[in-house]
């Protein structure tokens, strides 16, 4: 047990100095922003991404969803790009990466999902009978309905009559 600490130690200082070390390609302070964000096949899609420098020009990458790649032009604002693609219409329902890379090197990404026509705009709501084994009033068999509705009817009546027994006194 006195090594498992300082390996736990050792172990914790390498995975943190590895994270300080990340790569300069990695994703940038601005980062990419993709509008809307959930789409159906075949709607275009606008892709921003600040902190691309003075120039603000960027290139974007769609390949993921089957766009293929992109120019993001300068939008006015000093550093954000922004630039535009069309999903196909044959995109599959998922979530893609959209990746976006500025002049200087600097990469950014933003997820894209893609849903099947109708699910972006309703939300989802369950219909007909639910199985769950207790029944209910409009149950899908009538006849078990009745026969439960009598049994309780039956078992109040014998209760009543048993405590008007026990309240006069004759016992059970």
């Known amino acids: 047990m ?31 922003a993709l509008s809307p964000s959930t789409v159906v096949p075949g709607e275009p ?20 969803v089957g766009a293929g790649s992109f120019t993001l ?8 790009a922004v630039g535009r693609f069309e999903v196909p219409p044959s995109a599959q329902p998922g979530t893609y990466e959209i990746v976006v890379r500025c002049a200087d ?10 849903v099947l026509a109708g699910a972006a705009d309703l ?14 009033a409009l149950g899908p ?7 439960g509705v009598a049994a309780l009817a039956v078992a109040a009546a014998g209760g009543t009559w048993l405590l008007h027994r026990r309240a006069r006194g004759d016992g059970i």
Request: glycine share 18%; net charge negative; with cysteine.
């Open 73 to 80: 032009a300068p939008s006015g604002t000093e550093g954000r």
């Open 2 to 32: 006195r090594t498992a600490r300082p390996l736990s130690v050792a172990a914790l200082a390498v995975a943190l100095a590895g994270l300080a070390a990340a790569p300069a390609g990695a994703d940038g302070p601005g980062g990419a």
């Open 45 to 64: 899609v606008a892709a921003h991404s600040e902190g691309c420098g003075s120039r603000g020009v960027a290139a974007g990458d769609a390949s993921a």
């Open 105 to 114: 090197g600097t990469r950014s990404a933003a997820d894209l999902s893609v």
């Open 141 to 147: 068999d009538p006849v078990q309905t009745a026969a």
């Open 123 to 136: 939300p989802a709501h369950p219909r007909g009978h639910v199985d769950t084994g207790v029944g209910g």
